[in-house]
């Protein structure tokens, strides 16, 4: 075919800091510097596939800057240029001081990093939709399996940095709404340190027995702790045999390298081909981020933010993102409807939600906060 | 291997009959075709081929049947008569289905990782284009009088035309999220394409490449996001359509005229593809999670019975 004239012109822009993050505790995981914009540019070029046939033509503009930069400005000077379409791969204070400036009011902003569920209850806002599922939504993914499997008396172990308080907070949450008991709680003191134990095994040997004892028997170790402290540690370390599960063993994930169903083989490889490294679940919300926004450009002929947003929001809407279904918007906090990867370390467990927690109009919507309680309020300009 | 071949033959000596039909469904999962005696429905045999067998066609003279192996990038060859694999092409990355021309000359494959579709000859396996079209390509349709050749691509949501006397893609249709199979009317006047996340299926003109019908489906008590079209198969008579629903465990039978949906008919768990016998009385449906096949008596819309396969069925084809 003739090359197509080019009728729509839609810039996505990708906006994070290069920030210190806390090292994996397994030797296996790479330490990365490139989680979320590897799958960016790979969804771009599948855009421009789509695009080129039909005279679409997206572009992907790259802001990555150190930690120390100034990202209001830097966010100014991206508004000032008129761009509509903002990915942000930030954290909360830079993404909340990004997301309130008056230039991005009347923008389209994609949060791909951050699971904090005040994001989507009191601290919402009417131009952030959020990708990745919340500490909520992945809570109570493990939840309905682990109620499925009878293993409902938990013993909660949070590290004691504010992610990990986030989920601690989230599965406590999770234990009332599926009728679960947490019948012991303790925290992990220490800090994320060094991932490098050299010969230091015989101390977390006996460290975690330690941690590990309680007086009530529990049927699974639900551990918070997403800054990478201890998690990995618990395994074959507990004083009485059990599972580990929460952030570290059987994790609740969007995306997992053992993932295949659904075409994820073909993502899985593409991502590959492009990146040299496994799919992280960052770099799958980046690559989700850009296709969001192609499939809105792709239906509606548009690439600015009223006419993309209102797409977002009606019942016309979904992507295709190797779940077996559409994946849509909730309209009372701009949360993604996802269904949710049950992951032990090696191989896919299950995906959530679980047969018969039913729901009355998406199951989907059986995690996290639904409607009804919902405490955010879109203050509309 | 060799040992597992001579053990299966010695078990299943091969004395069908000429005139009975011969299923053959693909297994995803198993690396594996079975092959079932369309009389007693008994299973004859099951054929190791390469990795990940899916998308599978029969050659126009029932001789020969090709199935893609996705994981091994080749198409292995099958004698219908020896339920051998006799040869294996290459055909590019990553095959899904495929498609043959009505003279048997030439295969068009949708290489699902590389956003292509290769043209090969079927004789000896020469690349005859490669041509690209979206994401992820899968389903693969030459109409019945060879003229065109269309393409699905899923994570692109098209349907491109492809011009068999040129190689060149001459149009892009859009449809809904996520089209898996394009199927054309007997007739050729039109193809249908499912769009699996989407759920509908489109109706696109064979000559001007416009969408003439979209329509969708409803199943009281069955969540609308898990209806998800699939499989396409056309009655002899082509007065009736049956579309395997996938996660949403039923066949729809519509009627080609009005397109309205006459009947769902529960089969298994999530039907892939379906095809039919050679009288049209018989329709065949494969289950992806239940590891079976539903026959399904056409006159009667009434599911008849199911026949345990190989894990993870995908495909299957009836050789009359």
Not at chain 1, 184 to 199: F, I, L, P
Not at chain 2, 84 to 98: A, F, T, W
Request: hydrophobic share 40%; charged share 25%; net charge negative.
């Amino acid at each position: 075919m003739d090359p197509v004239e080019i009728k729509v012109e839609a810039r996505m822009h990708y906006l994070s800091k290069l920030y210190k993050e806390p090292p994996p505790l397994s030797l296996l995981d790479k330490i990365l510097t490139d989680e979320g914009v590897q799958g960016a540019r790979v969804a771009i070029k599948e855009n421009n596939m789509t695009g080129r046939l039909i005279g679409h033509r997206h572009e992907l503009v790259e802001h990555r800057i150190p930690e120390n930069a100034d990202v209001v400005a830097k966010a100014k000077e991206i508004a000032a240029g008129g761009a509509d379409l903002i990915i942000l791969d930030l954290e909360l204070t830079d993404l909340l001081a990004v997301a309130d400036l008056p230039e991005m009011a009347d923008k389209v902003l994609l949060n791909i990093r951050l699971s904090d569920d005040d994001l989507r209850m009191e601290q919402c806002r009417q131009n952030l939709f959020h990708l990745p599922p919340s500490w909520a939504m992945r809570a109570d993914a493990l939840a309905q399996y682990l109620v499925w499997k009878k293993w409902t008396n938990w013993f909660l172990i949070a590290g004691k940095g504010t992610k990990d308080q986030q989920y601690a907070a989230a599965i406590k949450r999770s234990a009332t709404k599926f009728g679960a008991k947490i019948v012991e709680e303790k925290e992990y003191k220490y800090e994320a340190g060094s991932r490098r134990v050299d010969s230091g095994h015989q101390q977390i040997q006996t460290q975690m027995p330690l941690l590990t004892q309680t007086r009530a028997d529990y049927d699974v170790i639900f551990a918070a702790d997403a800054e990478e402290a201890f998690g990995d540690y618990l395994m074959y370390r507990t004083f009485i045999p059990r599972p580990v599960v929460g952030s570290q063993g059987l994790v609740a994930v969007g995306w997992h390298r053992s993932f295949e169903q659904y075409a994820g083989t073909q993502m899985q490889n593409r991502f590959e081909r492009a990146a040299n490294r496994a799919m992280t679940e960052r770099d799958y919300y980046g690559w989700l981020a850009v296709r969001v926004f192609g499939e809105a450009v792709l239906r509606t002929n548009a690439s600015d933010a009223k006419t993309l947003k209102a797409y977002l929001l009606s019942k016309e809407f979904g992507v295709a993102g190797f779940k077996g279904q559409g994946l849509t918007f909730r309209a009372w906090d701009q949360q993604m409807r996802q269904p949710i990867l049950i992951s032990g370390p090696r191989a896919l467990v299950s995906i959530s939600p679980q047969e018969g927690f039913l729901h009355k109009y998406f199951t989907t919507d059986t995690m996290g906060f639904d409607k009804p309680e919902t405490k955010c309020r879109f203050v509309r300009n | 291997m060799l040992r597992t071949t001579l053990v299966c033959a010695a078990l299943f000596p091969i004395f069908a009959p000429a005139e009975a039909a011969t299923l053959f469904v693909s297994n995803e999962k198993d690396n594996t075709v079975t092959v079932i005696d369309g009389e007693s429905l008994k299973v004859i045999k099951t054929i190791a081929t390469g990795a990940r067998p899916r998308g599978m066609i029969l050659t126009p003279d029932n001789k020969k049947l090709i199935v893609c192996a996705g994981d091994d990038n080749r198409l292995d060859i099958i004698d219908t008569t020896t339920l051998e694999v006799e040869r294996s092409l290459d055909s590019g990355p990553d095959p899904e289905l495929l498609d043959i021309d009505s003279k048997g000359d030439r295969i068009y494959v949708a290489n699902e990782d590389d956003g292509m579709v290769t043209v090969l000859q079927f004789a000896d396996g020469k690349v005859l284009a490669e041509i690209p079209v979206g994401v992820e390509p899968e389903g693969m349709a030459v109409s019945p009088d060879d003229r065109i050749t269309v393409a699905t691509s899923e994570q692109t949501s098209m349907a491109h035309i492809i011009d068999n006397a040129t190689l060149k893609v001459v149009a892009n249709v859009l449809v809904d999220v996520r089209p898996r199979v394009a199927e054309f009317t007997k007739d050729g006047s039109v193809v249908w394409v499912s769009a699996e996340i989407g759920g509908t299926v489109s109706v696109i003109d064979a000559k001007s490449y416009k969408t003439v019908k979209k329509f969708g489906f409803e199943i009281p008590g069955v969540r609308p996001e898990v209806i998800q079209p699939m499989g396409i198969r056309f009655s002899n008579d082509g007065k009736l359509a049956f579309i395997a629903l996938s996660t949403a465990n039923r066949v729809a039978v519509v009627d080609t005229a009005t397109y309205e949906v006459k009947d769902y008919i529960l089969v298994g768990q999530r039907p892939w593809h379906l095809t039919m016998n050679e009288q049209g009385t018989k329709l065949y449906v494969v289950n992806g999670l239940t590891n079976d096949m539903t026959v399904v008596d056409v006159a009667s819309l009434k599911p008849e019975t199911s026949v345990p396969v190989g894990r993870l069925p995908w495909g299957v084809m009836v050789k009359p």
